[in-house]
């Protein structure tokens, strides 16, 4: 697919490298199984996508853990890059982040989180009601042989963690996708998605364009983003809430893209994130504007302005 090639992400080679190597070893996301997750309608007008004028902002708040004596544990990551990087996933969806700042939580004892009641709890340090509640820390728990790289507290929820070497990988998006109340591609709390897609708006991930997922994984999709795992189904190798390969997952899809603006729309634990200072705009095709406006561009990829 040429659009999914060209916005592929732009990662530090380090970072991919340690990527790829850490998904051959296990990886995972700790965000507590849904036990009930909402059916939303399949179309609302209101709610359009890129291009409309209604773009939604939502404000993040960057929690940064360091030991109780106030030293840092790891270099503080760029958080801008950050909030850059979550905008190529979430500007095409007509939904623009912004950051709102940053403190530090000088704790020791979440420096490494152990397991997940030490997530939810540092979840509700310093947690604020009005913005997306994002905590970075050294590790998260290991677990099946592999290890947790970001959780949220829940599906939906206003804060997630991330390991300080996952902020620049898919797990960033993938774990805010979860706020908004995304499942996993290969979900099976209201049912198994039948491979031909029938039941799509009851069971899997509530999401028709994002097609059955037997569970990717290193043991079903290549290095060049491959499903072979066979048995019927055809899976989205690059879908961000999907358990592919980490250098793979780089799109949401228009369904994903609904269901999100509609939980931030409604869903009560969400109804106070948004904010008022998205000032860049990207990956739109047309802006116009009936007055003189000042409007930052990024991430445009070669296209053409005029």
């Given at each position: 697919k040429t659009t999914g090639i060209m916005k592929k992400r732009k990662l530090?080679?380090?970072?991919?490298?340690?990527?790829?190597?850490?998904?051959?070893?296990?990886?995972?996301?700790?965000?507590?199984?849904?036990?009930?997750?909402?059916?939303?309608?399949?179309?609302?007008?209101?709610?359009?996508?890129?291009?409309?004028?209604?773009?939604l902002c939502i404000d993040v708040f960057f929690h940064i853990v360091r030991?109780?004596?106030?030293?840092?544990?790891?270099?503080?990551?760029?958080?801008?890059?950050?909030?850059?990087?979550?905008?190529?996933?979430?500007?095409?969806?007509?939904?623009?982040?912004?950051?709102?700042?940053?403190?530090?939580?000088?704790?020791?004892?979440?420096?490494?989180?152990?397991?997940?009641?030490?997530?939810?709890?540092?979840?509700?340090?310093?947690?604020?009601?009005?913005?997306?509640?994002?905590?970075?820390?050294?590790?998260?728990?290991?677990?099946?042989?592999?290890?947790i790289t970001g959780t949220a507290n829940s599906i939906p929820s206003n804060?997630?963690?991330?390991?300080?070497?996952?902020?620049?990988?898919?797990?960033?998006?993938?774990?805010?996708?979860?706020?908004?109340?995304?499942?996993?591609?290969?979900?099976?709390?209201?049912?198994?998605?039948?491979?031909?897609?029938?039941?799509?708006?009851?069971?899997?991930?509530?999401?028709?364009?994002?097609?059955?997922?037997?569970?990717?994984?290193?043991?079903?999709?290549?290095?060049?983003?491959?499903?072979?795992?066979?048995?019927?189904?055809?899976?989205?190798?690059?879908?961000?809430?999907?358990?592919?390969?980490?250098?793979?997952?780089?799109?949401?899809?228009?369904?994903?893209?609904?269901?999100?603006?509609?939980?931030?729309?409604?869903?009560?634990?969400?109804?106070?994130?948004?904010?008022?200072?998205?000032?860049?705009?990207?990956?739109?095709?047309?802006?116009?504007?009936?007055?003189?406006?000042?409007?930052?561009?990024?991430?445009?990829?070669?296209?053409?302005?005029?």
């Amino acid at each position: 697919k040429t659009t999914g090639i060209m916005k592929k992400r732009k990662l530090l080679l380090i970072g991919l490298l340690i990527w790829n190597i850490n998904s051959v070893l296990g990886q995972s996301c700790g965000t507590p199984h849904p036990v009930n997750p909402t059916i939303y309608p399949l179309e609302d007008t209101s709610l359009q996508a890129r291009g409309s004028s209604s773009a939604l902002c939502i404000d993040v708040f960057f929690h940064i853990v360091r030991n109780t004596n106030g030293t840092n544990t790891f270099t503080i990551p760029n958080l801008d890059a950050i909030v850059n990087d979550l905008n190529e996933f979430y500007s095409p969806h007509n939904i623009l982040i912004n950051n709102a700042g940053s403190d530090f939580i000088n704790n020791s004892n979440f420096v490494n989180i152990d397991n997940d009641t030490e997530a939810r709890n540092l979840g509700q340090t310093n947690n604020r009601n009005d913005v997306i509640n994002y905590y970075i820390v050294e590790t998260l728990w290991n677990v099946n042989g592999g290890f947790i790289t970001g959780t949220a507290n829940s599906i939906p929820s206003n804060n997630l963690v991330i390991r300080r070497d996952r902020v620049l990988t898919s797990t960033s998006p993938h774990e805010l996708g979860h706020c908004l109340n995304l499942l996993h591609t290969h979900e099976t709390a209201r049912g198994v998605e039948a491979i031909n897609g029938s039941n799509c708006s009851s069971a899997g991930d509530l999401v028709c364009d994002t097609p059955a997922d037997p569970r990717l994984g290193t043991n079903n999709a290549n290095g060049n983003c491959e499903y072979f795992g066979g048995n019927g189904f055809n899976p989205l190798t690059n879908n961000i809430m999907s358990y592919s390969r980490g250098n793979c997952r780089d799109e949401f899809t228009i369904g994903q893209g609904h269901r999100m603006r509609y939980a931030i729309r409604n869903e009560s634990v969400l109804q106070n994130i948004g904010g008022n200072s998205c000032t860049s705009i990207s990956e739109v095709n047309n802006i116009c504007y009936h007055q003189t406006s000042n409007i930052t561009l990024s991430n445009l990829d070669g296209a053409i302005t005029t």
